[in-house]
């Protein structure tokens, strides 16, 4: 009863809760579905996870020699300078967003502990996030379902990772066409790093997490970054950092990108 009690505290007025926790105990923190606009039950079209899965066409491709153990920036002799790191000591994004391609944090083989500052991403979403029903607009629901917080976020925090299938781009081309059929696409370009770089998609269709729920903003207060949380360089990780700071319960939404598209176009809702 007491979870419940801290779950229902950020609940709006009007709002009814249609889940206590959609990761059903996946994540830290339970992640509770609130619906204040319609009567939509509570979406369960997916399979909840916490990593991406590999599509087993994708599996051939992704063989070949894995980059060297990412040197733990802290242990280094001279130490690295601030500006040379990825996050502060209070785990926050030090660049500007779409400034730096890759992020590496410290892996197994860094000589390390898991409490070192550069593990950030691979411990998960630290702040309290929420599904929510997006109210109508004339009379349509353009938004369908977003997310949001109960807590302030600063400017730099990690939220969450979009989270799905990784697909190779032919099977990405294939589902595109029955997604667009649909109206309803969550596939994103990844990709890798070093030698031989392989091309691919995150599928948040069938296997996804809270990121297949974040909408698109053309004035966004989220943004996504590439990083490497093992020695794997063909499998990044697309993790969401806060843009600016966040007050509670304003909706997360990023910039999807599809300027750099041809023939994609989303609107700005």
């Given at each position: 009863?007491?979870?419940?009690?801290?779950?229902?505290?950020?609940?709006?007025?009007?709002e009814?809760?249609?889940?206590?926790?959609?990761?059903?105990?996946?994540?830290?923190?339970?992640?509770?579905?609130?619906?204040?606009?319609?009567?939509?039950?509570?979406?369960?079209?997916?399979t909840?996870?916490?990593?991406?899965?590999?599509?087993?066409?994708?599996?051939?491709?992704?063989?070949?020699?894995?980059?060297?153990?990412?040197?733990?920036?802290?242990?280094?002799?001279?130490?690295?300078?601030?500006?040379?790191?990825?996050?502060?000591?209070?785990?926050?994004?030090?660049?500007?967003?779409?400034?730096?391609?890759?992020?590496?944090?410290c892996?197994?083989?860094?000589?390390?502990?898991?409490?070192?500052?550069?593990?950030?991403?691979?411990?998960?979403?630290?702040?309290?996030?929420?599904?929510?029903?997006?109210?109508?607009?004339?009379?349509?629901?353009?938004?369908?379902?977003?997310?949001?917080?109960?807590?302030?976020?600063?400017?730099?925090?990690?939220?969450?990772?979009?989270?799905?299938?990784?697909?190779?781009?032919?099977?990405?081309?294939?589902?595109?066409?029955?997604?667009?059929?649909?109206?309803?696409?969550?596939?994103?370009?990844?990709?890798?790093?070093?030698?031989?770089?392989?091309?691919?998609?995150?599928?948040?269709?069938?296997?996804?997490?809270l990121?297949?729920?974040?909408?698109?903003?053309?004035?966004?207060?989220?943004?996504?970054?590439?990083?490497?949380?093992?020695?794997?360089?063909?499998?990044?990780?697309?993790?969401?950092f806060?843009?600016?700071?966040?007050?509670p319960?304003?909706?997360?939404?990023?910039?999807?990108?599809?300027?750099?598209v041809?023939?994609?176009?989303?609107?700005?809702?």
């Amino acid at each position: 009863m007491r979870s419940r009690a801290l779950v229902l505290r950020g609940k709006k007025e009007r709002e009814k809760i249609l889940m206590l926790d959609v990761s059903r105990g996946h994540e830290r923190k339970p992640i509770p579905i609130f619906n204040g606009a319609d009567d939509d039950p509570a979406p369960n079209d997916f399979t909840y996870v916490t990593e991406c899965v590999v599509n087993e066409g994708l599996r051939l491709l992704l063989g070949g020699p894995l980059r060297d153990p990412w040197p733990c920036p802290y242990l280094e002799r001279p130490p690295r300078k601030p500006e040379d790191l990825a996050y502060s000591q209070d785990g926050r994004f030090l660049h500007p967003a779409h400034t730096i391609d890759s992020v590496y944090e410290c892996t197994l083989g860094s000589g390390c502990g898991m409490d070192c500052k550069n593990r950030l991403v691979q411990h998960g979403p630290k702040y309290r996030l929420e599904v929510i029903r997006c109210l109508q607009r004339d009379g349509n629901f353009p938004k369908g379902w977003g997310v949001r917080s109960p807590d302030f976020i600063p400017k730099g925090a990690f939220i969450n990772e979009y989270i799905g299938e990784y697909i190779s781009d032919d099977e990405a081309e294939s589902r595109g066409i029955r997604y667009d059929d649909q109206k309803m696409s969550r596939i994103m370009d990844v990709v890798g790093d070093g030698r031989d770089v392989v091309r691919m998609c995150i599928d948040a269709t069938h296997f996804s997490n809270l990121g297949r729920f974040l909408n698109h903003s053309c004035d966004p207060n989220v943004f996504k970054q590439r990083v490497f949380c093992d020695h794997n360089s063909r499998l990044p990780r697309i993790a969401l950092f806060a843009l600016r700071d966040i007050p509670p319960h304003e909706e997360l939404a990023y910039d999807y990108g599809y300027q750099d598209v041809p023939g994609k176009t989303v609107p700005c809702l």
